[in-house]
């Protein structure tokens, strides 16, 4: 069975720093595409980014760039999302996601079950 | 980036109805969109992907329709569980971007 579980979330000040943890299991993590979703209070999910099976790409939002970095160690089956001068808009519920080819292209297949990030004073 | 206009903004139904989701994007994802479905403090789940094709062990009374900038999805017959928010997603190009949603409410 597919689980992703995420940790790290939590209640930070503007400016602030947080790293974000996902721990897979039930599949090859080594070879699979991850990405990090974010959803913010009554919105819907915005893709942040995702990487390649052996970290060898890495894409992002253009608004993200500089502040956010994703990462994974294949050996720890984990992926992160380092996040730095956090604003209160990053506030939102972040989630990974192992993305799957269909039909040529990639979705997120699967989802943990999200961390809750709030910026605030 | 594209942009995913999402209609109606709620749509309040009754089991056994028929509901009709709209999506449209702001520039053709070249059919390379996908629905995802998400209740109350779940994640969102792949419904559909390229606009028709079902993802495993979703129920055939979903359907995914239309192209250029148009789409739909299609609920036959409403279950108690398929009440929830409804989002679109074009992989055309990067950004990702997912829809406002749609509420599916039990009148």
């Known amino acids: 069975e597919v689980q992703l579980v995420e940790s790290g979330g939590g209640l930070v000040q503007p400016g602030g720093s947080l790293r974000l943890s996902c721990v897979a299991s039930?599949?090859?993590?080594?070879?699979?595409?991850m990405s990090w979703v974010r959803q913010a209070p009554g919105k819907g999910p915005e893709s942040l980014g995702n990487?390649?099976?052996?970290?060898?790409?890495?894409y992002y939002l253009d608004s993200l760039k500089g502040r956010f970095t994703i990462s994974r160690d294949n050996a720890k089956n984990s992926v992160y999302l380092q996040m730095d001068s956090l604003r209160g808009e990053d506030t939102a519920i972040y989630y990974c996601?192992?993305?799957?080819?269909?039909?040529?292209?990639?979705?997120?297949?699967?989802w943990g079950q999200g961390t809750l990030v709030t910026v605030s004073s | 980036e594209i942009v995913l206009t999402q209609s109606p903004a709620t749509l309040s139904l009754s089991p056994g109805e028929r509901a009709t989701l709209s999506c449209r994007a702001s520039?053709?994802?070249?059919?390379?969109l996908g629905w995802y479905q998400q209740k109350p403090g779940q994640a969102p789940r792949l419904l559909i992907w390229?606009?028709?094709n079902r993802a495993t062990g979703v129920p055939a009374r979903f359907s995914g329709s239309g192209s250029g900038t148009d789409f739909t999805l299609t609920i036959s017959s409403l279950e108690p569980e398929d009440f929830a928010v409804y989002y679109c997603?074009?992989?055309?190009?990067?950004?990702?971007?997912f829809g406002g949603g749609t509420n599916v409410e039990m009148k």
């Open positions: 997603q074009q992989r055309w190009n990067w950004p990702l971007t």
């Open positions: 996601a192992r993305d799957d080819r269909y039909g040529g292209g990639w979705y997120h297949a699967y």
């Open positions: 520039q053709s994802p070249s059919g390379y």
């Open positions: 390229d606009a028709s």
């Open positions: 039930g599949f090859s993590f080594s070879t699979s595409w």
């Open positions: 990487i390649k099976g052996d970290g060898s790409e890495i």
